[in-house]
Structures are given as structure tokens and as C-alpha cells.
């Protein structure tokens, strides 16, 4: 009698996102792998530039920095924040450039972008939408089993990736109702609706 053949375990299937949390003197990136149901952390750091050099050459350094992330990574999609409104406007219009080159690597790569607002990614990582920088750091160390500390940049980096992958997550558990009803970011909303369908 011949044995039937060992079937073979399917691995889990397996997303990378990237994250950035861009910034004219310090942005932060973060890489975070989905396989199955867990989050894995893939890799994480800051692409720190000069003062000393002027805003062109600064926005060079980054776009090269997530380019070389991109490449050594090969993310699937890339996530970060929403422009937002500050009373600040120079330091507005810097952010925004810093923006601009990030979505310049990814369609360059041909990499999906999402764009969440700070709240969103605070509620999507801590529950709380008015979070501290300090409460994203310890929660996204806790959620990646990460053990060494890390930059805030990094972090907020990390947590845009993970805000991504939660989403997708429920998007796909509640039959994409999520996009069709989302309200600013309120995750209650989302729960709510899924619950009556």
C-alpha cells in the first residue's frame, strides 16, 4: 500500500507596509509585515537631515532615504498622515514638500498610498484619539514585541503602517461597509454599522 503524500502547510500569507511620517528635518519610517493575523516588525529608522542645508537639498536626502527603504524592503503599500492645518505655515509648507517627495518614491515604485489623519492613526494604535507621543511609542513597542526603544519619528512611522493594516483588516471583515460609511476617523461609527448589518 503506497502512503498518501504528506500534504504540505500553506504559509500564512504575507503583506509588507511601509510607513512614513514625514517631516523637513526628521522623518520617521516604519516596515511592518502581515502574515496571517499577526503583526511582525520589519524594520524601522529615521532618515535625519542638516539644518545647515537648505530646504532642496533636504528634501533630496529624503527622497533618496525612502527610496532606498522602498527598494530594500519592497513594501506593497505605503501609509501616512493626512496634510493637516497649522497656525504655523512655514513649518506647514515644509511638511507638505516632505510629503511630496514621499508620494514621489511610492509612485515612482508604483506602491498604493493611504493617507490617514493623526487621529485615525492614534485611535487606530492606542484607542484614544488625542494620544501622546509617548503612548504610541509604548503601544507600538507592545504590539510588535518590540524590546529596544526607539525614536518618535520611528514610531509614529510604525504606528501609520499598523493604522493600514487594521483598517484593510476590518474593511475586509465587514465587507468593505467601512468605506462606504466612515465619518472622520470615528472607529465607533465603523462598529456600529458593522453591528446592524
Known amino acids: 500500500m503506497i502512503p498518501a503524500p504528506k500534504s504540505k502547510a500553506t504559509r500564512p500569507e504575507r503583506e509588507v507596509i511601509l510607513g512614513i511620517d514625514p517631516g523637513s528635518i526628521f522623518t ?13 516588525h520589519g524594520a524601522h529608522g529615521v532618515i535625519a537631515t542638516s539644518t545647515a542645508l537648505g530646504q532642496a537639498e533636504r528634501l533630496k536626502q529624503i527622497y533618496r532615504g525612502i527610496q ?17 492645518f497649522s497656525r504655523n505655515v512655514q513649518s506647514a509648507l515644509k511638511l507638505g514638500q516632505a510629503r511630496g517627495v514621499a508620494l514621489l518614491a511610492a509612485a515612482e515604485s508604483q506602491i498604493a498610498v493611504a493617507e490617514y489623519s493623526a487621529t485615525e492613526i492614534k485611535v487606530a494604535v492606542v484607542g484614544y484619539g488625542h494620544a501622546t507621543k509617548e503612548q504610541i511609542q509604548k503601544m507600538v513597542t507592545a504590539l510588535l514585541c ?41 472607529w465607533r461609527d465603523y462598529v456600529q454599522v458593522a453591528a446592524k448589518r
Not at 532606498?68 to 493637516?84: G, N, T
Not at 465587514?174 to 476617523?185: D, L, Q
Open 28 to 40: 520617521g519610517w516604519g516596515v511592518v509585515e502581515l502574515e496571517g493575523n499577526r503583526l511582525c
Open 68 to 84: 532606498d527603504v522602498i527598494q530594500k524592503h519592497r513594501p506593497a503599500a505605503m501609509s501616512l498622515e493626512k496634510v493637516f
Open 146 to 186: 518590540l524590546r529596544s526603544p526607539m525614536r518618535a519619528d520611528a514610531a509614529d512611522g510604525l504606528a501609520a503602517a499598523i493604522c493600514h493594516i487594521h483598517r484593510r483588516t476590518f474593511q475586509k471583515r465587514t465587507g468593505g461597509i467601512v468605506s462606504r460609511h466612515a465619518t472622520k476617523g470615528n
